[in-house]
């Protein structure tokens, strides 16, 4: 089934020899340390030809500089000063990435950003939904755990909840999986391919190691490299000092994401990518958000994958990390029950 956006899109394919996809996408926290980044690889995907910049701080700067660039997109930026800032970044847009809010600094977990990131994106999620109720939100923004149902409680309050819309972004973990067994095994990283499912903090990332090329790693490998990809956000942050946490990485992650989310509104075929979403797969235990492959389609999130066969220390892990995600989950739908 397509949507008629999907439908105009073919048609205008048919009739056009250069670009046949015209996007647009909206970053909020585009002044940041992801943002920025973020927003120059939106401003190199050739899907995107309107592309809208918003942040407390510097989203003009970073957009005039990045209208220099000879590529396909118009770029504007918005500030809250300004009437209707947040207004004209998000009106009618069809893809919103959120990398708004604070970063962690060493001795700091994501939960601990809640208390001031949760504040951040309900506002944002409360203008999303009403200047861009169809559009593809994709949250950034820690705890990604949390902060995923803080949106889709606002958008239930303004009665626009579209669970095929709302996307955790959780692909830094499945690149830095992608890298770090590509280290320990002596292989080319871009071949190498880890599912990595569950959520975005700590033991509720469950790598599938199981699954890839390497099932037979020693027990003691294993467990490191699974350690590894689970906390490989403190090394950055250990490594910044105080400086943030992981931004260039992330923007590549970010932008790989959004990228097939384009695909997707696009009509591409087999665009397959985890995310962490409004998921059936264990919402009979309490758990209504879960990252798993997904399949994007013109409507968002088309089919959700199971796991498929996990290994016995896979089974315990996924029994960990779901206590977790179940209490974080809870955390960011009581924040809004709680809001005013
Ligand atoms: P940063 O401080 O460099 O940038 C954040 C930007 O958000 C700033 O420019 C700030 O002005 C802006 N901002 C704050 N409140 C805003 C609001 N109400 N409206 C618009 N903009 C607002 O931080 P960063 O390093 O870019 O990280 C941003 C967030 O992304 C953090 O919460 C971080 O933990 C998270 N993060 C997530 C992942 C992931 O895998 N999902 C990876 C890395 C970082
Ligand atoms: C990451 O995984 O790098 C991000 O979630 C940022 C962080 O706080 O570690």
Redesign the pocket.
Known sequence: MFSTKALNKSTQRLFSTTNPTNFKVTV?????????PLSLLMKLNHKVTDLRL??????KGVATDLSHIPTNSTVQGFT?EESDG?KNALDNTDVVLI??????KPGMT?DD?FSI?A??VR??AKAAAQYCPNAAIC??????NS?VPIVAEVFKKSGVYNPKKLF??????SIRASRFISEVEGTNPTQEKVTVVGG?SGVTILPLISQTKHSMMPKETREKLIHRIQFG?DE?VQAKNGA????L??AQ??ALFAGKILQGLDGEADVITPSFVDSPLFKNEGIEFFSSPITLGPEGAEKIHSLGNLSSEEEEMLATCKETLVKNIAKGKKFIDDSK
């Open positions: 909020l926290g585009a002044g940041g340390g992801i943002g920025q918003y942040d407390l701080r510097g989203a809250p947040l990398p708004a809010g604070v970063p962690r994501r950003l990131n504040g951040i506002d944002l949250v950034i923004s820690n705890p990604v902060t955790g972004v959780t692909t830094l973990d975005h956000g950055v943030g946490s992981a931004t990485s992330m992650a970010g």
